[in-house]
DNA sequence: TTTATATAAATGTATATACACGTATTTATT
DNA sequence: AATAAATACGTGTATATACATTTATATAAA
């Protein structure tokens, strides 16, 4: 669907108002698209960006602000998005024993085996449906770098 | 700043992959810088987007049925998001004559000079400082476009 | 006309975002 | 060593997202 369908709007101030509009609607389709397909696992959007974070750095932990500096959203509530994980038994809570201020994150072999299903599912159902080609993605990796070059 | 600092990390699947996370990312920056613009308002992004919308028809009133179909994150909860623009008195909310389930929504004079404020601060911080050209921008627009053509 | 179905908006709930603040601990300064 | 400043994390609050449910009203079907 073309954006001037799926937000009703024809007249834009310019291309480049239009393509800040686009953005937004384009990662909300993602996540949309996205979360459908986590949702079978239980998982939001967030734990996933989580469980994702911790398995590369597996078997080595990471401390709460690691994984926050690691996320897209920087402003997610990484305490909140492990508690929900931590429920659910994915990962692992400790205080650290050099700093005890750092709580120190492990995935569990539970979060690593749902991981794995979910990235399998994600990535066969969205990854690898995208029509754009690898030339057609660095252009737009290209312009997205230059959106936020600003002036 | 680029989206491997950003996000600290540098091997991503492919470029089609990086490109996904890109989108995300640049959405989340957007709603940042502008956030940070409309919050001296009192506004936040949701609401903006509805008092555009509104103005967009005025001074014909609006359904939140129509209102929500042009919300560019379809899944807002627009009833509820017309809840704090009518506590700041922003909008009227009134029953439909001819059908008594809709309620319409008029944009009042004080959101309209609200709008008018925060969108010339919007325009002159932030649209107008892209560095980005109207031919880039065109670009951007279809490959956009393309990323949501799933195969 | 009565009943069933559909529709519009509001409401409820869990999670997340954005941000301020509190608490514990560590590091730096005097 | 004592105090101050910085840091890490957790918690609180308002708003939003995502989605299910409820209530009121309108339309269609029996």
Chains 1, 2 share one sequence.
């Not at 949702?39 to 939001?44: N, P, Q, R, V």
């Not at 920087?74 to 909140?80: E, Y």
């Not at 709580?103 to 794995?116: D, E, K, N, R, S």
Request: aromatic share 4%; hydrophobic share 45%.
């Amino acid at each position: 669907m073309k954006l001037e369908e799926a937000i009703k709007s024809t007249k834009f101030k310019s291309e480049v108002h239009k393509a800040v509009l686009h953005i937004l609607y384009t990662a909300w389709w993602l996540k949309t698209v996205g979360a459908k397909e986590l949702k079978e696992f239980g998982l939001t959007h967030e734990q996933y960006n989580v469980l994702r974070i911790l398995k590369g750095k597996h078997p080595e932990q990471m401390c709460v602000r690691d994984i926050a500096s690691r996320m897209i959203e920087k402003s997610s509530n990484v305490p909140r998005i492990i508690d929900r994980l931590e429920l659910k038994k994915l990962v692992k809570r400790n205080t650290s024993a050099l700093d005890k201020r750092e709580t120190v994150i492990t995935i569990t072999q539970g979060g690593i085996a749902l991981l794995a299903a979910s990235t399998l599912v994600m990535d066969e159902k969205m990854m690898k449906q995208f029509v754009l080609s690898e030339e057609e993605a660095v252009t737009l990796n290209v312009l997205l770098e230059k959106i936020r070059e600003i002036a």
